[in-house]
């Protein structure tokens, strides 16, 4: 099955969200959202519903997200059946004196977008995530940190002795 054309609708989605952040903020990002979406934060927190999402946006965007625009692409897209995708991108905040962002501050989102009755794809869910990959396992901080946590298996085990037999 040919799905070019929901793809293409889809990355336009996102590349209309982003659009939206920069030119209209909160009340402009709310429609691309189900009334029952799920958003997931960079820090953990978890808004509820269409409503939750726009009133916390409101507030970021009367404040430190002020002025700010949304960049990004999308990585990938697969479908999970003829009305629903997962989407990864990547992406971040920039303010307007930024070409670029930071590396700290580029994160990575995963979306689950469907179809509505009116043929549209919406976000029913978005889970947003910095972007910390880990150093390389061979390197002296992750040596170290590997022999501590050894240390502390061995010393938990030997005070919890029960856990082993389960």
Request: proline letters at 5%; a positive charge; charged letters at 25%.
């Amino acid at each position: 099955m040919d799905r070019s054309t929901d793809e293409a609708a889809i990355r336009r989605l996102f590349e209309a969200l982003c659009e939206a952040w920069a030119r209209e903020g909160a009340s402009a990002v709310d429609a691309f959202y189900t009334p029952d979406s799920d958003y997931v934060t960079f820090d953990g927190s978890w808004l509820r519903g269409r409503e939750a999402n726009r009133r916390v946006h409101e507030e970021l965007f009367a404040g430190v997200l002020a002025g700010t625009r949304l960049v990004g692409e999308v990585e990938s897209v697969r479908f999970l059946g003829p009305d629903a995708a997962v989407v990864v991108s990547t992406g971040a905040v920039l303010w307007p004196w930024q070409r670029s962002a930071p590396a700290a501050r580029r994160s990575r989102q995963t979306l689950v977008v469907v179809r509505g009755d009116d043929g549209r794809f919406r976000v029913a869910s978005f889970q947003n995530t910095r972007v910390r990959p880990l150093p390389p396992s061979d390197s002296l901080f992750m040596r170290l940190f590997a022999a501590v946590q050894r240390v502390r298996l061995a010393w938990w085990r030997r005070r919890h002795p029960e856990a082993l037999a389960a």
